[in-house]
């Protein structure tokens, strides 16, 4: 296993370098926009106010702090297994194999969640709910974090085959499926953002009150879904022109438009419409009841258009990211070697995104995943990087020279990264994250 780690460092890389900065940040922008734009945000205003407004505020220096942790580690070391590898590479297989599962979980829950929800919004908005009145055979039952609906979900497979076809299928005809659905879902937000603004109240506008624990943790968790994605763009390290510099870039533009754009949003929605009573909301579609309370009917299509586009690219962004966690972790010998295999003609781990596209499909169509299940794992993936990224910044380049000798793929590599990392340019960031004793890059 440890030749197999060292050997990884090579000079042919396998996958095709197509990605541009802009590109990137696009790919962030529709992997977390979708479900907190249209969903999230809109129905934590209805029922709880305006107190998401503060927890925005409160947790911006904590999320520039962490973007600029991975933002490091995806310049000391781009590689296609994102969190997974930097912890394989530096700091042990077991630590690798527990964050890479972690990984692996959380974003699989994540795909799941994501499309069964699509599925039952298309169902109820574009259906008027014939596949959950038609196909039912039993009674809704849940298990904690698990439910089975108690009917056969014939969208889900659907899209989720659909999607792992787009993610195996050719690079430039999967980049441009994101680039129309994230043209759409911007056109649709502008569209929004300045319909709401017309119909401000400022008599609206109240921090509600905070008894019940259940608000603080809703804003809690809605702030931090609605970033879940921005440290994924080092899964293109293997696929980004000139990565070192250009994804740890990419997450900080993501990190500062979204932080931007959800303050924005979140002001104009608490403005325009007041607190409401949970019972008159259309939990499926939120943003729809809001346009209608406000007295915009017109704008309810529109809304359901972008809520599915959005809600598609969400749903394939977590599935691209796991796709390349089991490529990458199938490649370092920690899963079947099946995963490993790339296409001969597209360069792209078809393998994996077939079988994993109809392992959700198969999952979703009986059994519905609560969108927190993925929380702690996430959470704790995060923190063991943090933690190795934290241990490693300790040694200096001769003494991790001095310990790869006969490794010159390897030190050539690692040598180039912090020669031309992206934290040279960027020197204020060096206090937060890196100790003092640290010598210069």
């Known amino acids: 296993m440890t030749l197999k780690k060292y050997n990884f460092y090579r000079e042919v890389n396998p ?24 969903y999230s945000i809109p129905l934590h205003v209805l029922k709880h106010g305006d107190l998401l407004m503060l927890f925005w505020l409160l947790y911006t220096p904590i999320l520039f702090i962490t973007a600029g942790c991975f933002a490091e580690m995806a310049a000391l070391m781009p590689a296609v297994g994102a969190h997974y590898h930097y912890c394989y590479s530096t700091i042990c297989e077991f630590v690798a194999f527990l964050v890479g599962w972690h990984l692996i979980f959380a974003y699989t829950a994540i795909t799941m969640s994501r499309c069964k929800f699509l599925s039952e919004f298309i169902d109820n908005n ?33 899209l989720a085959i659909s999607m792992a076809f787009q993610a195996a299928w050719a690079v430039n005809f999967s980049k441009g499926i994101v680039n129309f659905f994230t043209t759409t879902n911007v056109i649709i937000i502008a569209i929004i953002i300045i319909a709401f603004t017309a119909k401000m109240d400022f008599t609206y506008a109240s921090i509600s009150k905070t008894e019940e624990s259940e608000k603080l943790y809703d804003a809690l968790f809605v702030v931090q879904k609605a970033l879940v994605g921005y440290e994924s763009l080092s899964v293109l390290g293997e696929e980004a022109k000139n990565p070192t510099t250009t994804i740890p870039l990419s997450i900080m533009s993501s990190v500062r438009i979204l932080m931007g754009l959800y303050i924005i949003y979140t002001v104009v929605v608490s403005i325009c419409v007041k607190k409401t009573d949970p019972s008159v909301i259309d939990l499926e579609n939120p943003l729809g009841s809001i346009v209608i309370l406000v007295g915009m009917p017109w704008l309810y299509w529109i809304v359901t258009l972008g809520s599915i586009s959005s809600l598609w690219c969400s749903a394939y962004g977590s599935m691209f990211i796991t796709i390349r966690i089991l490529y990458a972790m ?72 001095l310990r790869s000798d006969s490794l010159p793929y390897r030190t050539r590599r690692f040598e180039r990264n912090f020669q031309n990392n992206w934290l040279s340019k960027h020197t204020l960031l060096l206090p937060l994250l890196i100790p003092s004793q640290t010598p210069a890059y």
């Open 15 to 38: 996958m095709t370098r197509v990605y541009s900065e802009l590109e990137m940040v696009v790919f962030v922008f529709s992997i977390t926009v979708g479900n907190t734009f249209f």
């Open 126 to 158: 574009l259906l008027d709910g014939w596949v959950s009145r038609n196909l039912k055979f039993r009674e809704r039952f849940g298990v904690l974090f698990f439910c089975i609906p108690g009917y056969v979900d014939i969208l889900s497979p659907m």
């Open 330 to 401: 199938s490649r370092d010998g920690m899963i079947f070697k099946l995963f490993s295999k790339l296409d001969r003609y597209t360069k792209k781990p078809a393998i994996p995104a077939m079988i994993f596209g109809i392992f959700v499909g198969l999952v979703a169509t009986f059994i519905y995943v609560d969108t927190s299940v993925w929380f702690f794992s996430l959470i704790w993936a995060k923190i063991m990087t943090t933690v190795c990224l934290l241990i490693t910044s300790d040694f200096s380049l001769e003494q991790y020279l």
